[in-house]
């Protein structure tokens, strides 16, 4: 009896791309809803719809796909649907994304990613292209111990408003891959910029800030951080307050410095440090630097505070006096000063060369010393230079002839006492010399 043989067909090999940690669904095509099927994994059975080498797999009553959860790289391989004398078999492409730093980061730091792919076929050259999450492309940095199992890139120096989803896109030609794959980055640090400086009039009030952008990305991490003082760069700091953030969020701020009378602000939006110095004086500029602490790694936010001052008098009509313009430190190369008169001509005007400027004036008005940088008028101090009244001018005059006047008259009375004084001592002393001479003579006649 001649046997009848039923020959296997087969479908072609199909290539399905996994991510590790999320699901893949393998799809065994259209099925009626009674077939029996058989999934196989490198040609181990699955039993029982969980897989032999997993307990991360099931496969679906009604459509018969198999589901892998939390895919891992080690899933990669060959699987096959037999059902009717049919194979349909697929090549599972699994690739794992990891960050550094478990994608928490502080403001300044570069990130580092880690693509590694496995596959039950040859693995292709990929093309690997990163974009933040504001969908511009990141110029990234190849490492000399990337493969084609793993690729290890150096992404740029990030910033506080880096945080949000970025995306991995993955390119091969052959086999054809176009996969992305989002990963999540949180940035903490300052919203405000690295560098700010603010200027300031003495004897006025200033509120220095700094914004937190921990509650913006939800950081669900403990950190901690303080403030900072110091006039020059090579000055000793003084620690002007320290802080806590909790996981719940919950900021704890303690004041440590004595140094000089500042206050913490009550009412101010969370996530913001905020100092304010109720009169400013000209000792309080120098650099304010907030500093953010986590697991060992820091940074940090300036603000410089310039003081500007001025001097203060009238004018005596016809005199000349000198005004001052003054800043507390050295000017950036981008700045200086200027002197001008208000409707003055162009001879009122004098530019600074250095961290103070001079004008020589003799006449009154309103004189104004701007704070220029980058021909922007940061600040401006006006002092009016007025002239002292003709009246009081004569008062004054006739106060000192008068003084004069009296000092003269005192002067002659007291040389007129003095010859008095002296006509009196020389008659006392002849009288006594009379009585003298008398009382003498008396004697005399006694004795004859």
């Known amino acids: 009896m001649e046997r009848c043989l039923i020959p296997i067909m087969a479908q072609q090999s199909e290539l399905q791309i996994g991510v590790a940690g999320q699901t893949v669904i393998l799809n065994c095509g259209s099925i009626p809803h009674k077939t029996e099927v058989t999934w196989k994994y490198n040609n181990l059975i699955f039993s029982k719809g969980k897989a032999t080498m997993t307990n991360r797999s099931e496969i679906d009553r009604r459509s018969k ?21 049919r194979i349909v078999s697929i090549s599972l492409h699994v690739f794992q994304l990891t960050i550094s730093s478990g994608g928490y980061f502080l403001a300044s730091e570069v990130p580092e990613l880690t693509l590694m792919q496995r596959s039950s076929r040859s693995l292709p050259d990929l093309t690997i292209t990163v974009s933040d999450s504001n969908k511009n492309t990141v110029r990234s940095t190849p490492s000399e111990n990337t493969t084609r199992q793993k690729y290890i890139l150096k992404l740029k120096k990030l910033e506080a408003t880096d945080s949000g989803t970025w995306m991995c896109h993955i390119h091969s030609d052959s086999p054809l891959i176009n ?27 200033v509120i220095l800030s700094w914004l937190l952008n921990f509650q913006k990305i939800k950081w669900k991490e403990d950190f901690t951080g303080q403030l900072n003082w110091k006039q020059q760069e090579s000055a000793t700091a003084h620690e002007l307050l320290d802080f806590n953030v909790t996981a719940r969020g919950e900021q704890h701020e303690t004041k440590k410095s004595s140094h000089f009378w500042f206050e ?51 004018l005596l009509r016809g005199a000349e006096m000198t005004l001052t313009c003054q800043v507390s430190g050295l000017l950036p190369p981008n700045t200086h000063l200027l002197w001008e008169r208000v409707n003055g001509t162009q001879m009122d005007i004098k530019k600074s060369k250095q961290h103070e400027v001079k004008v020589k004036v003799n006449a009154s008005g309103l004189w104004t010393c701007h704070l ?12 009016p230079v007025e002239e002292t009244p003709a009246w009081n001018s004569y008062v004054t005059v006739g106060a000192s002839i008068g003084g004069s006047v009296l000092t ?35 004697t005399c006649q006694c004795q004859r």
């Open 65 to 85: 796909n198999l589901k892998v959860l939390d895919l891992r790289l080690s899933d990669a391989g060959s699987y096959t649907c037999e059902y009717d004398s």
């Open 372 to 383: 220029i940088e980058d021909n922007d008028r940061k600040i401006s101090l006006h002092y």
């Open 408 to 442: 003269l008259g005192l002067a002659c009375l007291c040389i007129i006492s003095s010859i008095r004084w002296q006509r009196r001592r020389q008659h006392r002393k002849r009288m006594a010399q009379a009585r003298q001479y008398l009382l003498e003579n008396k």
């Open 264 to 314: 913490i602000p009550e009412s101010k939006p969370e996530g913001t440090i905020k100092v304010e110095l109720p009169k400013v004086h000209f000792n309080h500029s120098g650099q304010y630097k907030c500093e953010l602490a986590y697991k060992g790694r820091y940074v940090q936010s300036r603000i410089d505070l310039v003081d500007l001052q001025k001097p203060g008098r009238p």
């Open 179 to 205: 996969q992305n794959i989002p990963f999540d980055v949180k940035v903490l640090g300052f919203q405000n910029p690295n560098l700010e400086r603010k200027y300031v009039t003495v004897d006025s009030t």
